[in-house]
């Protein structure tokens, strides 16, 4: 007999998180993380690898001290694979996630905010 899954609730946004997100501002960032997740990985084209896996929006966070997140405008797109690596994606087995092993990351690709202006211009030269 199959067990029925256990789901756990959603966790509940605070007020001042809806408005944000309700706001111009709040709108504004939500489009651009979506166009960032539409372009191909950075590394993965800076370094000629072939992206086997999603592309995912990345916060930046080199250099930083702070358990605040940089905005948004900040974010550089990255392979599921460059990005946290949580599951292996065939043909992405030596690849290095970030959240994993950032020392590792930052020592073969460079801090990840050297990447935010690329990201930006490419943005800003979409046709959507």
């Known amino acids: 007999m199959n067990k029925p899954l ?15 997100e309700a706001s111009p501002e709040g709108r504004e960032d939500a489009e651009y993380l979506r166009k960032v997740r ?8 800076s370094f000629g690898m ?3 896996s999603p592309t995912e929006a990345h916060h930046v966070k080199s250099g930083r ?3 605040r997140r940089t905005p948004d405008k900040m974010a550089i797109s990255l392979c599921h ?3 946290n690596k949580l599951r292996p ?9 970030y ?8 020592s073969l690709y460079g801090e990840d905010h050297e990447y935010s202006a690329a990201t930006r211009d490419r943005i800003e030269r979409m046709m959507f």
């Not at 065939?90 to 290095?96: A, F, L, V």
């Not at 959240?99 to 930052?106: I, K, V």
């Open 89 to 97: 994606y065939p043909g992405d087995e030596d690849k290095i996630g």
């Open 38 to 45: 539409s372009l191909p990985c950075v590394i993965c084209q």
């Open 99 to 106: 959240h994993n092993a950032q020392a590792t990351w930052e």
């Open 6 to 20: 256990r789901r756990t609730p959603m966790r509940r946004k605070s007020k001042k998180r809806a408005a944000r």
């Open 81 to 83: 694979s460059h990005h």
């Open 50 to 52: 072939t992206q086997n």
């Open 65 to 67: 001290f702070s358990g």
